[in-house]
């Protein structure tokens, strides 16, 4: 759930190296941590202390200082080691409250672009590029039964067939559409139908079927609709 005023705690995250004499800590995740926001370090024997951070450097390094205006992190934190099971935390807190003036300052980007900067970013704070794509799959690739590479009409048949068990095939054509029914010792083993519809051809692998729109130059297809409930574009 998100808050509007206030920042959500943060459970422990372990630290992955001991902390360092400048405020250096460098961590398992730094998701779910921000600039201005007050950290607690602790170990199994070294006692909690507070602490802010100063900057999110990346998805595994953190700053931290003292709690005030001054974003010096020249703190000592090596009391706190992996050996000692050193971890960090944050309580639920408000929010740091920024002016407007700082805010603009933040989001306007100087000659030569002269605009307001609008763009997507990751939950570390970094831009997409060739580097750092943006993730568009909302499916785990272990729920999709194909890769991009095999989005050819012959590949795919051949991956589904490939997969089948089977000792006997019929095929039937009736009309604009024909089917190609596997058998496994008298049992059906599977199926694969293609059929002509006023939108165009498609074709359906197995029993549920999932249904596969083929496009005009009948080669690549795109999934239209199937139990699975997913749909590539």
């Known amino acids: 759930m998100a808050l ?11 630290l992955t190296a001991t902390g360092s004499t400048n405020g250096v800590v460098q961590v398992t995740d730094t998701a779910g941590f921000y600039v201005k926001q007050q950290v607690q370090l ?9 602490f802010e951070i100063k900057r999110v450097v990346d998805s595994v390094t953190l700053w931290v200082g003292k709690v005030g205006a001054s974003m010096d992190h020249n703190v000592d934190v090596s009391a706190y080691t992996i050996a000692d099971g050193a971890f960090i935390f944050a309580e639920e807190q408000l929010k740091a409250a920024i002016s407007k003036e700082v805010k ?11 605009a307001w900067r609008t763009k997507s970013i990751d939950q570390y704070g970094n831009g997409y590029d060739a580097d750092n794509p943006l993730p568009v799959n909302i499916f785990p690739a272990s ?11 012959p590949s ?54 999932e249904s596969f729109f083929l496009l005009e130059n009948g080669s690549f297809f795109e999934l ?6 997913f749909e590539l574009e």
């Open 4 to 14: 509007e005023r206030n920042l959500s705690s943060v459970p422990p995250v372990l």
């Open 42 to 50: 602790q170990g199994v024997t070294a006692p909690k202390q507070t």
């Open 104 to 114: 603009s300052q933040a989001s306007y980007e100087q000659e030569p672009l002269n």
């Open 143 to 153: 729920d999709i039964p194909f890769t991009l590479g095999t989005l050819a009409l």
């Open 156 to 209: 795919l048949i051949s991956q589904y067939v490939a997969s089948l068990t089977f000792d006997q095939v019929n095929s039937d054509a009736v009309g604009s559409e024909e089917v190609i029914r596997f058998y496994n010792a008298g049992s059906p083993a599977g199926e694969l139908k293609l059929s002509q519809t006023p939108g165009g051809w498609v074709l359906n692998l197995g029993v549920p079927e």
């Open 224 to 229: 239209e609709s199937g139990l699975g409930g």
